[in-house]
């Protein structure tokens, strides 16, 4: 399968692997190139624009609001060109507010958008053992579901676009209080 990978830091590096090992041929973007710049058996693409243009189905594992701000809304961005028939698979964890926008931009481009946020760290996502929360539109789900099967363990389809941030977001409060705690 062609896919493209939007953002390659730790957790992304470690899916860009796991994707290449099972079979897959990648495209993909980073916003520091020289961070991808050892890595082998990909494509690297100047623009998340370009990975778009090259592949149906991308992935984005971002790190935060203002990255993806950047791979979605700057001027080379996935929102930059038209998307029809194109699969955004957002992996990332953030607000339910801005997978909304997010979804939404996707689609006045005339693309599918689907969250994932994904439960687990670099190891798991290494071996393909992540806990994917997924919603959205249940076409783009069952589209989804073949490339988010070779990168979890266990996939919960939660309902509309807004609900898997909110489950990871619930999810991770324990955990920021206990890190917090030990100070």
Same mark, same amino acid.
């Given at each position: ?91 990332? *964890?953030?607000? %339910?507010? !801005?997978?909304?926008? +997010? ?7 005339? /693309?599918? =958008?689907?969250? @994932?946020?994904?439960?687990? *760290?670099?190891? %798991?996502? !290494?071996?393909?053992? +992540? ?7 249940? /076409?783009? =789900?069952?589209? @989804? ?8 363990? !266990?996939?919960?389809? +939660? ?25």
């Amino acid at each position: 399968m062609l896919l493209g990978l939007i953002g390659v830091g730790k957790m992304g590096r470690a899916i860009c692997e796991r994707l290449v090992e099972k079979g897959n041929k990648l495209v993909v973007w980073n916003r520091s190139p020289e961070k991808i710049a050892d890595l082998g058996g990909v494509t690297k693409a100047a623009t998340p624009a370009e990975v778009a243009l090259s592949t149906d189905i991308i992935i984005s594992i971002l790190a935060n609001d203002n990255a993806t701000q950047v791979a979605y809304f700057d001027e080379a961005g996935l929102t930059s060109i038209p998307l029809n028939n194109k699969l955004i698979i957002e992996i990332c *964890t953030t607000s %339910p507010e !801005r997978v909304i926008e +997010l979804e939404k931009a996707i689609k006045e481009k005339g /693309g599918q =958008f689907i969250e @994932a946020p994904v439960g687990g *760290t670099v190891k %798991p996502a !290494r071996e393909g053992t +992540l806990l994917g929360l997924v919603a959205g539109d249940q /076409g783009a =789900f069952e589209r @989804a579901r073949p490339v988010l099967e070779q990168l979890t363990r !266990r996939i919960e389809y +939660l309902g509309k676009t807004g609900s898997a941030a909110a489950m990871k977001l619930a999810i991770n409060l324990p955990l920021m209080v206990y890190w917090g705690a030990l100070g």
